[in-house]
């Protein structure tokens, strides 16, 4: 059974940091790219940060510099390291796999991701 299980949300003040964590089972992990998405009350689900497969990283302009993402691929395991937090960043964070072409336009299609998460509440109060 494929599997992906967001992990290390919560409640945080502006400034502060948390590390979402995403791990994966029934697939071969090795073999693709995990995106992060996040999506707000009343808004469409948006792509944050992208981490291909051998480990080139992309980020969203909205949380360049602030947030970082990484894989271990031994543990099945990816993170998504945010800092600086705003209260703008308040949203369901979701991990997604992707198999094709790791380029950052195709990258970027919610549609093309094969496997979702349940997704992670983040709060941050200002």
């Known amino acids: 059974e494929v599997q992906l299980v967001e992990s290390g949300g919560g409640f945080v003040q502006a400034g502060g940091s948390l590390r979402l964590s995403c791990a994966a089972s029934?697939?071969?992990?090795?073999?693709?790219?995990i995106g992060w998405f996040r999506q707000a009350p009343g808004k469409e689900r948006e792509g944050v940060s992208y981490i291909c497969s051998n480990g080139t990283t992309s980020y969203e302009d909205s949380v360049k510099g602030r947030f970082t993402v990484s894989r271990d691929n031994a543990k099945n395991m990816v993170y998504l390291q945010m800092s600086a937090l705003k209260p703008e960043d308040t949203a369901v964070y979701y991990c997604a796999a992707f198999q094709g072409p790791e380029v950052l336009l195709l990258l970027r299609l919610r549609s093309l991701y094969d496997y979702w998460g349940q997704g992670t509440q983040v709060t941050v109060s200002s």
């Open positions: 029934g697939f071969t992990f090795d073999n693709y790219a």
